[in-house]
């Protein structure tokens, strides 16, 4: 029998940039869940009538509803697509569990605040649920085998990591620090600064205004919500190895970490391949240097593909999912952390002591 399929919200990444010609196919949840055999779309969701609309005109067969309460009361779903915003979905997957959903493929970052997430976390493991974080670069060929190299010894101790991302340290970021994860091991502690000199700093909650100037606020408080903004960041790993971040606004997209260690380097990014190992210079006499070398040959695969035929065997044959609830908890608290830390002054804050309330609006 067809695993029952609910699509709950049908922006971008829902569905419609299966439209954007340049991109690889699939590029969404609805267009990876059109590859994977024994899945059957019942049911889609999206509070805006005309998003509704334009999804069932081209999908006339499912059932179309403006309210998620009401598509888990009447539909029998095992799988579950949640692709509505962040401030959302901690909301969405607690009902989803008491539905009976048996596996929920959820967007990125998992919600707006430490609490959040951590609801979210016990109530998958209460109710036996797989929940898939969409960080889809855990499903890539060469950043796993990246990870292996490093986790293997073959690259050498790693050192350091540099990463360039535009802005948003919570809607873009935790894409980046679930990576830093993968390769580094566990967060320890960060620094952030987040940008300035726009106004979207000065609306943040993070700066006052005085009788004379506007100055920053130091005085942290948890319980008034922030925007999520990007910036400059710090992230120390338990292992020794650091990171810096480099996340203000640009004027082009560029997603890619630099990684270097005793004996390599790797440089992995949405299209970079780029490997140097250590041999004689050709420039300098009795000096040894990083050399360029062809990227290491990887299995290349869909990665969206990846993500929905995971979570159909872990349904099926209760494999592990490759980024599940607690990755996304954690790469949540990092983003957090930044934010924490520069509305501290910019002082060092533990993974541990992120404020379970506080609270940064993002997508």
Not at 36 to 52: I, N
Not at 73 to 78: G, I, N, S, W
Not at 116 to 138: C, D, T
Request: glycine fraction near 10%.
């Amino acid at each position: 029998m067809a695993l029952g399929l609910g699509i709950i919200g049908l922006g971008r990444v829902a569905w419609l940039l299966e439209k954007d010609p340049l991109r690889g196919k699939p590029a969404t949840h609805w267009g990876a869940w059109q590859q994977v055999k024994g899945v059957q779309l019942k049911a889609v969701c999206d509070s805006d009538p005309d998003r509704l609309a334009a999804f069932l005109k081209e999908f006339p067969k499912a059932k179309g509803y403006l309210r998620y309460e009401d598509m888990l009361a009447h539909e029998r779903l095992d799988l579950l697509s949640i692709a509505a915003y962040a401030d959302t979905r901690c909301a969405m997957v607690l009902a989803a569990c008491n539905a009976g959903v048996r596996g929920i493929w959820c967007e990125k970052a998992m919600g707006t605040t430490l609490q959040e997430a951590q609801r979210i976390e016990r109530a998958v493991k209460r109710y036996g649920v797989h929940l898939a974080m969409s960080y889809p670069r855990r499903w890539g060929g060469a950043y796993q085998w990246v990870a292996r190299a490093l986790q293997s010894g073959a690259l050498g101790r790693l050192e350091s990591v540099n990463v360039q991302f535009p802005s948003n340290f919570i809607h873009t970021g935790t894409h980046a620090f679930d990576v830093l994860r993968m390769l580094c091991g566990e967060a320890q502690s960060v620094q952030g600064w987040l940008e300035g000199g726009s106004e979207r700093v000065q609306d943040s909650g993070y700066q006052y205004k005085t009788r004379y100037a506007t100055r920053y606020e130091t005085r942290f408080d948890e319980s008034a919500p922030q925007n999520d903004l990007g910036g400059f960041g710090i992230v120390w790993f338990k292992n020794g190895a650091r990171a810096t971040l480099q996340a203000s606004r640009k004027n082009y997209f560029r997603f890619e970490f630099e990684l270097l260690t005793d004996r390599a380097m790797v440089r992995i990014g949405n299209t970079q391949r780029e490997f140097f190992s250590v041999g004689e210079s050709p420039h300098f006499a009795g000096f040894r240097e990083l050399l360029p070398q062809p990227f290491p040959p990887v299995e290349e695969h869909n990665v969206f593909t990846a993500i929905a035929q995971n979570l159909v065997a872990a349904i099926k044959k209760d494999v592990p999912v490759v980024c599940n609830a607690t990755d996304g908890r954690k790469a949540l608290e990092i983003g957090l952390a930044l934010h924490q830390s520069h509305a501290m002054g910019h002082a060092p804050v533990k993974i541990s002591e992120v404020a379970r309330g506080l609270k940064v609006q993002n997508r």
